[in-house]
C-alpha cells in the first residue's frame, strides 16, 4: 500500500503501556460496580466514566495500531490472518472456560450452547449469562466486558475500505478523517433522539457511533512523525477538550479530539519507553479476564471473608495470572514471530535481562 506506514514497537512509543492502565482502569470500575460497594453513588459514578474514557482510548489506539498492521500487510488476508490470530483465540478461551464449568454444574445443553454460538460470533448480547453462573450476583452477566470487541471486529472489516479512499484523496485525507469524525458524533448524538426507550443508547454506542474515536487513532499513526516532535502541543490542548467533554455534556463531540491529544503526549513524549511487556503483553488478558474473574470472587463470598483490601489485592493477583497464563499458552502461540505483539514483549525482556 501506498499509505505512509510507520513500524511502532517499544522503542518508540508507550501504546503497551497505555493499554494497559487502560484496562487497568476499567478493572478498577468493574471491582466497585460488581460488588455493589458503592451502588449509584459519587465511587461508583466516577470510576465508571474513566471506564468509559479508557474504553474510548482504547478504540483511538487500536485505531493507530491496527491502521499500521493493515498497511504493513502483504495482502488483504495476511491482515484478516493478523487480526484473527490476535483477537480470536484468547477470546474463544475466555468463552470456553465459563461455558464448560456452566456445563458441569446443570448439564444445560441448550444453555451452554446458546451462550457459546452468540458469543463465538461477537454477538454477545444475544446471550450475555450462563445456567448456574451468577444469578445471584448484582449483574448476572458472565463477561460484561466484551461488549467492545464487536466493536473492534466492525471497525477491523471497514477498515481496509477507510484506508483505500484516504489514499485515494492523497494530500485531503484529512478530510476523510473530518468526515468519518462527524458522522460518528452525528451517530451517537441523534440515535438517542431518535429512538425513545432502551435501543437508541445502545445503538448510539455501537458502530459508528465510535468512529470519531478510530479515526483520531488512524491519524495517530499517519501523522506519527510530526506529533512526535510536536507531543507537548498535542498533550495540553488535548488535557483541557478532554476535561471540557467531561465537564460539560454540550462538549462531548470534543472527547475524541482531546483524548487523542492526551494519548499522543503520553505516546510520543521523549524518555523511556516505560514498557510493561517484559514478561507478557497482558493488557488484552486484563481486559478479557477480569469480568469474570470478579464475579466468581463476588459469587463465593470472598469479599465478606477477605475484606476490601483482601478482596482487590486478591482480585488484582487472578487477573494478573490469568493474563499471564493467557499471553503465554494462547495468545503468543499463536502470533507469528514478525507480530508486533510479540516484538513489543521480546524486545522489554531483553530490556530487562
Request: charged fraction near 15%.
Amino acid at each position: 500500500m501506498s499509505v505512509h506506514a510507520t513500524v511502532n514497537t517499544s522503542d518508540s512509543n508507550r501504546f503497551d503501556l497505555i493499554r494497559l492502565l487502560l484496562a487497568a482502569a476499567v478493572f478498577a470500575y468493574h471491582a466497585v460496580s460488581l460488588r455493589a460497594i458503592a451502588p449509584f453513588g459519587p465511587l461508583e459514578g466516577g470510576l465508571a466514566q474513566l471506564a468509559e474514557v479508557s474504553i474510548q482510548g482504547f478504540f483511538i489506539v487500536s485505531g493507530a495500531l491496527v491502521a499500521g498492521s493493515l498497511a504493513r500487510a502483504s495482502s488483504l488476508s495476511d491482515y484478516a490472518g493478523k487480526r484473527i490470530r490476535r483477537l480470536w483465540p484468547a477470546y474463544a478461551v475466555i468463552i470456553l472456560i465459563p461455558a464448560a464449568i456452566s456445563f458441569a454444574l446443570t448439564q444445560d445443553w441448550y444453555g451452554v450452547a446458546s451462550y457459546i454460538l452468540a458469543n463465538l460470533s461477537f454477538l454477545n448480547f444475544l446471550e450475555p449469562n450462563l445456567p448456574g453462573l451468577f444469578g445471584e450476583n448484582r449483574f448476572t452477566e458472565v463477561n460484561g466486558a466484551l461488549w467492545t470487541l464487536k466493536i473492534e471486529v466492525m471497525f477491523y472489516l471497514v477498515l481496509p475500505l477507510i484506508l483505500f479512499v484516504l489514499t485515494r484523496l492523497r494530500g485531503l485525507w484529512w478530510l476523510g478523517i473530518v468526515v468519518l469524525y462527524a458522522m460518528g458524533e452525528a451517530w451517537a448524538l441523534v440515535l438517542p433522539k431518535a429512538f425513545s426507550g432502551s435501543p437508541g443508547p445502545e445503538l448510539a454506542r455501537q458502530l459508528p457511533g465510535q468512529m470519531a474515536y478510530f479515526a483520531m487513532g488512524i491519524t495517530l499513526w499517519k501523522m506519527e512523525p510530526v506529533l512526535r516532535r510536536r507531543w507537548l502541543g498535542c498533550a495540553i490542548p488535548g488535557m483541557f477538550l478532554l476535561g471540557a467533554s467531561l465537564l460539560d455534556p454540550v462538549l462531548e463531540p470534543l472527547r475524541a479530539l482531546g483524548l487523542a491529544g492526551v494519548i499522543a503526549g503520553a505516546a510520543f513524549a521523549p524518555g523511556p519507553a516505560l514498557s510493561p511487556a517484559r514478561f507478557g503483553d497482558i493488557s488484552y488478558g486484563v481486559y478479557i479476564t477480569h469480568f469474570p474473574i470478579l464475579q466468581a470472587m463476588v459469587a463465593a463470598g470472598l469479599y465478606s471473608t477477605l475484606g476490601a483490601p483482601g478482596f482487590f489485592v486478591a482480585a488484582t493477583l487472578l487477573v494478573i495470572a490469568a493474563s499471564l497464563a493467557l499471553w503465554h499458552l494462547v495468545e503468543k502461540p499463536a502470533l507469528r514471530p514478525s507480530s508486533y505483539y510479540r516484538q513489543v514483549a521480546s524486545e522489554a525482556k531483553r530490556r530487562r535481562d
